[in-house]
Structure formats: C-alpha cells, structure tokens
C-alpha cells in the first residue's frame, strides 16, 4: 500500500487540493487555492483568496472599479498570504507551495519571505504578473534558487517532492525570451 502512494504523482495531489480550496472562495470573478507541502510530503497550510476575517459580505467583489475603496483589491487576502497565515507548522522554510494562479509581486515577495520560495502555479495570470513575480525571483538571494521553470515556478532545493514536477508547455503570452529568471545550479 506504501508503494503504491508513493507512486502516485504527488504533484498532482497537492495541486488537486488546491484547486479545492480555491472552491471555498467567494470572488465571483477569480477562485483562487493554496497548499503548503512540507519535506516529509505532508499539508502544512491551505488558503484561499478572501475578505479578512469577520469582514465577509461587508466589502465589495467588484474589480473594474476606478474608485480605489469600491474595489476588491484594496481588500481581498491572497491564497498564498491565507495558506502561509493558516499554517500548521512554526514556519515554512524550505517547503514548497502549489497555487492555482501564478502570484502577483506581493505574494511572490512573502513567499520568499517566509522561506517557502516553490510555487507550483497552475496556470499563468498575465504577461505583467508574470514578469512582476520573475523581478522578484531574480532579486532573490544567491543560493536560495536552485532551478526555474517559466509554468511551474521556481523550485527550491529543499523541496524535493520526490523530484521535479513534469514539463509543461507554456501558456498563451508567456515567453522564453530574457525576462525569464535564470537557471541557477543544482544543489543536489
């Protein structure tokens, strides 16, 4: 039976369970999913894009708003941010994080931040959320990187996960061109 977990794709897995809670939020426009996966392959933290806590049903979902405070972005908490706040564990170094849309700047600086800096993103959100995420990664310090992927993110080498997730073809407006973060060296 052991044997048989372990053959499973646990990227899959991890990815599926974001996907589920990405299901819980309440945005009516994006449903986005988090799950922080420690070493040991078990679930460390889940979230989910929402309202900040006993704010549900007093804020606006709107997001074509010119006026700053009628618009969800002044408000909404990020499934990465949810997932890292609801973990279970004292911190997430060197655990990896699989989302279910590429993170903007902010959630890509507090994933390094918190020393998680593995985001499995399902699909890309934008050409400028991609590059805003690539600026960040590339600031990142020496040795924290070990490998990138442009449609899977980076993977840090702590995080093993029983190796890296399959290639993936890029999605529609992405590039390969120089934008993208360098390839640093294994650490295996």
């Known amino acids: 039976m052991a044997e048989a977990l372990q053959e ?3 990227h899959k897995y991890f990815m599926a369970t974001a996907l589920l809670s990405a299901q819980r939020s309440e945005d009516p ?3 986005v999913g988090a799950c922080i996966v420690n070493q040991e392959e078990n679930i460390v933290g889940i979230g989910y894009n929402r309202m900040p806590n006993g704010c549900e049903g007093k804020l606006p979902w709107e997001r074509e708003s010119i006026k700053w405070l009628k618009n969800k972005h002044a408000y909404v908490c990020h499934a990465e941010l949810n997932a890292i706040m609801n973990k279970t564990s004292a911190d997430v170094k060197g655990c990896a994080i699989y989302v279910t849309l590429f993170p903007c700047n902010e959630c890509a600086k507090l994933i390094i931040q918190a020393g998680a800096p593995s985001p499995f993103p399902w699909r890309a959100a934008g050409v400028v959320s991609a590059r805003a995420f690539t600026s960040v990664l590339q600031a990142a310090p ?6 990138s992927s442009p449609w899977y993110g980076v993977t840090a080498a702590p995080a093993k996960l029983n190796g ?3 290639p993936a073809p890029l999605p529609t407006g992405m590039s390969t061109q120089a934008s993208d973060p360098p390839t640093a060296p294994s650490v295996n």
């Open 29 to 31: 426009n994006t449903q």
């Open 8 to 10: 499973r794709d646990v």
């Open 164 to 166: 890296p997730p399959p």
């Open 142 to 147: 020496a040795g924290l990187l070990c490998s």
